[in-house]
């Protein structure tokens, strides 16, 4: 009965809402739509994806919500995450300047020092391989719009054509994720 409530108030599940999306699916001729937040809105953007599509959970409709991105983009913010956090042991209330109130001002030979040992911890992380990433789905049944996706995919870009086979194979149920884990490093960019 609770999750009955819940999908009574989701308006992810909603008939309405559902078929609006539909009809813009229909009307971009793809299985689904970008969701226009401020990183989509950067035309260089080519790792990451958040989009919405129509697929059925416990046998209804409803809309899911996906963030799809590359494992190498999930590799880099993993450990960056874990670096920043060796960067707070040593700089006890060390916040990136993209964390930081716009008040707050950081010591310069602080911002450096905390720069140089980031940079420091990410090349020893990704020189040991210490963080190790595979394909991976996540789902949020208690999304405050139908149900989130966080899609981590073996692949080099996440487009169109990534979106659109990703989602046929989650809707016809064949989808099937790599196993194999991986490590990546940033000089690899670089290489190409």
């Keep these: 009965m609770i999750y009955q409530n819940y999908l009574n108030m989701n308006a992810g599940f909603d008939a309405a809402e559902i078929a609006q999306l539909k009809a813009e699916c229909k009307e971009e001729n793809q ?25 059925v959970h416990n046998g209804a409709e409803v809309i899911y919500d996906a963030l799809i991105y590359t494992l190498r ?73 139908g149900i989130g996706l966080e899609v ?12 659109s086979e990703f989602i046929a194979r989650f809707n016809n149920g064949t989808l099937e994720l790599d196993q194999q884990v991986y490590s990546f490093h940033t000089d690899e960019e670089d290489e190409e």
């Excluded at 299985?31 to 697929?55: C, K, L, P, T």
């Excluded at 956090?85 to 602080?110: C, F, N, S, W």
């Excluded at 981590?152 to 979106?163: A, K, T, V």
């Design 152 to 163: 981590g995919l073996n692949r080099e870009q996440i487009g169109d054509r990534e979106i």
């Design 31 to 55: 299985s689904f739509v970008y969701v226009e937040d401020e990183f989509e809105m950067d035309d260089a953007n080519d790792e990451h994806a958040h989009v919405q599509f129509v697929g």
């Design 73 to 145: 983009l999930h590799h880099m913010a993993l450990v960056y995450d874990q670096a920043l956090e060796k960067v707070q042991k040593h700089i006890p209330g060390y916040l990136p300047p993209d964390e930081r109130p716009l008040e707050a001002e950081m010591d310069p030979e602080t911002e450096e020092e905390a720069e140089l040992l980031l940079s420091e911890f990410i090349e020893e992380m990704e020189e040991n391989e210490e963080v190790k990433v595979k394909e991976h789905i996540e789902v949020d049944t208690e999304f405050d719009f």
